[in-house]
């Protein structure tokens, strides 16, 4: 099983919205976790000059989740 992550840096009005229609907003600290086989995008912010974020994808091993 593998999961991807998403981890929003600063508040804007960005935001990553996946197939299902479901938006979740980009806000300071935040980490969103699902499974990667979730279709999804990020969307641009127009309120600051940058949207700050960093992407992680784990691989299920036993009980616990690992980085790849």
């Not at 804007?12 to 979740?24: E, L, M, Q, R």
């Not at 600290?29 to 969307?43: Q, S």
């Amino acid at each position: 099983e593998q999961y991807n992550a998403v981890y929003s840096v600063n508040n804007n009005n960005g935001y990553t919205i996946f197939k299902d229609g479901t938006k979740v907003k980009s806000k300071a600290n935040r980490l969103l976790v699902f499974r990667n086989e979730l279709e999804h995008t990020g969307i641009a912010q127009s309120d600051t000059s940058v949207r700050v974020v960093i992407n992680f994808t784990f691989q299920k091993k036993g009980d616990c989740l690992g980085v790849k």
